[in-house]
C-alpha cells in the first residue's frame, strides 16, 4: 500500500540524503539527525514493509486509533499512547488497523549517538513498544523537531530539530513505563523509597510488600533501576542529606535523623564513602 494520495491535514518533511550526510559531519548534528519525520491524522490504508534493513531507527507514537507492528520476533499490537520504536538494521514493516486507523507522529534519525540511547534503554527488535508515562510530552517533542525541519534545512534548524529528538531519545530511554507488568512492584518498591527516605526498610520488607521472593525481587530492582534497592536507597539518602547541608543550618545529627540514620558518625562514615569528604567538608564547600 501506498500513501501517495496522502492523508486529509497530513505534513510530512524528508531531508534531502546529500543534506543528510553533510548533516553527518558536522559538529552538534553528528550525534543526532532527523532525516524524516511528518504527522498522519487517521492514516487508512497506512502502512510499511521493509524486507530490506534502513539505516535509520523509526519512532513512531499512536496518538489514536490502533495498528500493528512487526519484527523478527514477532507481530505486536499498538494502542493509542504508544510508541513503536525500530531499530536500525533489522527488517519490519507495520500497518494501522482498518477499523480504527490510527493517527501517527512519527521521524527517523540517525547519528553516533542514536546506538547509545537504544542500548540504554534496550530498545531492541524484540522489544519494540513502549508505554510512556507521558505520550503528551513524546507528541510535543516530535511536533518541535516537524517544526524546525519544515521551517527550512539551514544547519540552524537541523540543530533546533537535533535537540528536541535528542529530548525526546533520552526521556525514551529513561523513562521506565514500558507497560512490562514485571515491573510494576519494583516501580512501587522505588517509590516507596522515594517517599520514605527516613524509614528503616530492609530488601527483605520491600519483597514480601512487593509479594516476590527475596532474590527475584532483587534481581528484578537492579534489572529496573539500574542499582540494588538499598544502593539506591544509598543514594536517595544522600542526595536529601546534601539537600540539608546546603540549603539549612540544620546540624549534622539533625541531618543524620532526616535521612535515615539514627547514628550521626555512621552518616558521616556513609557520606564520606559517597562523596570523599566528610559533611562538615562538605558544607564548607563553595558551590553555585
Same mark, same amino acid.
Given at each position: ?167 525526546? @531519545? #533520552? ?6 513505563? =514500558?507497560? !512490562?507488568?514485571?515491573? &510494576? %512492584?519494583?516501580?512501587? *518498591?522505588?517509590? +516507596? ?44 539518602? @544522600? #542526595? ?6 546546603? =540549603?539549612? !543550618?540544620?546540624?549534622? &545529627? %539533625?541531618?543524620?535523623? *532526616?535521612?535515615? +540514620? ?27
Amino acid at each position: 500500500m501506498t500513501i501517495a494520495d496522502g492523508f486529509p491535514g497530513q505534513r510530512m518533511l524528508v531531508l534531502p540524503r546529500p543534506r543528510v550526510r553533510e548533516a553527518l559531519q558536522q559538529p552538534g548534528t553528528s550525534h543526532l539527525v532527523v532525516t524524516d519525520c511528518g504527522y498522519f491524522p487517521e492514516a487508512h490504508s497506512h502502512g510499511r514493509v521493509r524486507a530490506s534493513p534502513i539505516s535509520q531507527a523509526v519512532i513512531i507514537v499512536c496518538a489514536k486509533g490502533g495498528g500493528w507492528c512487526e519484527t523478527p520476533a514477532g507481530r505486536f499490537s499498538v494502542t493509542a499512547g504508544q510508541v513503536i520504536i525500530l531499530p536500525p538494521g533489522h527488517p519490519h514493516s507495520y500497518g494501522s488497523n482498518e477499523d480504527t486507523p490510527w493517527t501517527l507522529w512519527w521521524l527517523h534519525v540517525t547519528g553516533r549517538d542514536l546506538p547509545e540511547f537504544l542500548t540504554a534503554a534496550g530498545m531492541t527488535p524484540d522489544a519494540p513498544i513502549r508505554t510512556p508515562s507521558d505520550v503528551y510530552r513524546v507528541v510535543a517533542l516530535i511536533a518541535e523537531v516537524l517544526q524546525s525541519m519544515e521551517r527550512d534545512t539551514t544547519t540552524a534548524s537541523l540543530l533546533a530539530a537535533a535537540g528536541a529528538a535528542w529530548h525526546l @531519545m #533520552a526521556l525514551l530511554a529513561s523513562d521506565r513505563s =514500558t507497560g !512490562d507488568g514485571r515491573y &510494576a %512492584a519494583i516501580d512501587r *518498591a522505588a517509590e +516507596y523509597l522515594r517517599t520514605h527516605i527516613d524509614d528503616h526498610v530492609s530488601v527483605a520488607e520491600l519483597a514480601a510488600m512487593s509479594r516476590l521472593s527475596g532474590s527475584h525481587f532483587a534481581a528484578l530492582f537492579k534489572s529496573r533501576i539500574g542499582y540494588p534497592a538499598l544502593q539506591y536507597q544509598t543514594q536517595l539518602r @544522600m #542526595a536529601r542529606a546534601r539537600e540539608l547541608l546546603d =540549603t539549612t !543550618d540544620q546540624s549534622i &545529627a %539533625a541531618v543524620a535523623a *532526616a535521612t535515615g +540514620y539514627p547514628d550521626s558518625f555512621y552518616f558521616a562514615r556513609q557520606f564520606k564513602k559517597v562523596h570523599g569528604v566528610t559533611p562538615f567538608g562538605y558544607r564548607g564547600q563553595r558551590k553555585g
